[in-house]
């Protein structure tokens, strides 16, 4: 039996290893094509764009959100706002009417109904070439929408999203997040310059508008209604982009039990969206989403889940072993200059260096990341809780979603 197990593992760990490197050998081909679009011509010519921003008791957020919105390097007359309150029970729209009077910005109140049908009065008053989402505990910076526009100088292009980036972290839950983001960066653009990308998130995705008059409005999608758009998306051919350079902050959960609760919601919807678009799944019409990307993340699910439960048996077995052999020969433990140590106590146990490279992989990722992020290549300790942190917990939402969808128990949004 343990055969079997054994062999499982080191399947498993093989897929994992094998994405990382793919990513790894993407960017050292392509990393000539990772640059700026950014054209801030005089003569430049820029389309009108509507940034809807969704509103649900965000009383203490939408003010910077909607401030960075007005904050935004581009033409005043082709920018339009729209905030949608979606029966907030606190003071949301009281701060909302509070711009009644800025020219370029209109407001609208509707009963709760979640968060795609607050986008979707947005867009059926949206009289403007491009449509943009914008949660309200986000914020962009000045240059991220003429950063990204040059990316519809495409045809194909019928969606681009930004970076994002964790908005001043102070827990280490939080900067252990951020370190996720900035490995999501990467990630994305990798998948971008194929054509994989298999979500087009809140914070500052941008349509254009012939997105919705053609495959029709957002979709409660298992709560997860920006990664159901990107499927259907991708099953009529239409391409996303990645723009790296385009910086969106956000607010990310500061508490292990509220990132649980997030998480196991986009897993959820993951796993019940890819059920929903199976049809599509290793269809070569489909490209780089259906051939590699959703399966990818079918199998990292998996993976995760057994090789989280098959470490714990094996390393406590290592450990056993070793208090055995340390019970049977005993430590030599001298506080004289003349300590050796004896190598004796150190595993060479395969799983040991299986876990270096494969870690060693991850945490090279994470440093381009970084580099891609914030310009720096270098590591921080925040890597460290990163790794540490989303070992032990991402098994956790992994599984909770893989039951949840079993035992067909939606997940709560809040």
């Known amino acids: 039996m343990d055969s079997?197990?054994?062999?499982?593992?080191?399947?498993?760990?093989?897929?994992a290893v094998y994405v990382e490197i793919f990513f790894l050998f993407t960017f050292l081909e392509r990393r000539g094509e990772i640059v700026?679009?950014?054209?801030?011509?005089?003569?430049?010519?820029?389309?009108?764009?509507t940034v809807i921003v969704p509103c649900w008791n965000e009383e203490n957020t939408v003010q910077?959100?909607?401030?960075?919105l007005l904050g935004l390097d581009y033409p005043k007359d082709k920018l339009h706002i729209m905030l949608v309150d979606d029966g907030s029970t606190d003071n949301t729209w009281k701060v909302l009417q509070g711009f009644t009077e800025t020219?370029?910005?209109?407001?609208?109140?509707?009963?709760?109904?979640?968060?795609?049908?607050?986008?979707?009065?947005?867009?059926?008053?949206a009289t403007?070439?491009?449509?943009?989402?914008?949660?309200?505990?986000?914020?962009?910076?000045?240059?991220?929408?003429?950063r990204m526009i040059p990316y519809f100088d495409e045809p194909d292009v019928m969606a681009v999203s930004p970076s994002?980036?964790?908005?001043?972290?102070?827990?280490?839950i939080e900067w252990a997040q951020k370190i996720e983001y900035q490995l999501s960066v990467y990630i994305k653009k990798m998948l971008g310059l194929m054509n994989g990308i298999h979500v087009t998130p809140g914070p500052f995705s941008?349509?254009?508008?012939?997105?919705f008059r053609n495959l029709g409005l957002y979709k409660l999608a298992h709560k997860?209604?920006?990664?159901e758009i990107a499927y259907r998306m991708h099953e009529h051919g239409y391409r996303i982009e990645q723009c790296h350079d385009a910086v969106v902050n956000t607010k990310t959960p500061p508490t292990i039990y509220k990132l649980y609760k997030q998480r196991l919601r986009w897993i959820y919807g993951f796993i019940n969206n890819t059920i929903d678009y199976r049809r599509l799944l290793f269809r070569k019409k489909y490209g780089t989403f259906a051939l590699f990307t959703v399966p990818a993340g079918i199998v990292s699910i998996f993976a995760a889940s057994y090789l989280f439960i098959f470490m714990i048996y094996s390393w406590g077995k290592i450990l056993i072993q070793k208090i055995l052999q340390i019970q049977a020969v005993g430590v030599q433990a001298s506080a004289s200059p003349h300590f050796s140590f004896d190598w004796f106590f150190v595993s060479t146990h395969a799983l040991v260096f299986i876990s270096i490279i494969l870690y060693g992989f991850v945490f090279l990722s994470l440093l381009i990341g970084s580099k891609m992020a914030t310009g720096k290549f270098r590591p921080s300790f925040a890597m460290v809780w990163y790794i540490v942190i989303y070992s032990i917990i991402a098994p956790v939402w992994i599984i909770s979603a893989i039951w949840n969808t079993v035992a067909r128990r939606e997940t709560a949004w809040r």
């Open 4 to 15: 079997i197990f054994n062999a499982i593992f080191y399947a498993f760990t093989f897929c």
């Open 164 to 172: 994002i980036i964790v908005d001043d972290p102070k827990r280490h």
């Open 36 to 49: 700026t679009k950014l054209d801030d011509r005089p003569d430049r010519v820029y389309p009108s764009v």
């Open 64 to 68: 910077g959100t909607v401030d960075s």
């Open 128 to 146: 403007t070439d491009f449509i943009g989402c914008l949660d309200a505990d986000s914020f962009v910076t000045p240059s991220a929408l003429k």
């Open 206 to 211: 941008i349509y254009r508008t012939a997105v």
């Open 224 to 227: 997860t209604e920006d990664m």
């Open 103 to 125: 020219p370029n910005i209109q407001i609208f109140q509707k009963e709760n109904g979640g968060k795609h049908t607050a986008m979707n009065l947005g867009i059926t008053h």
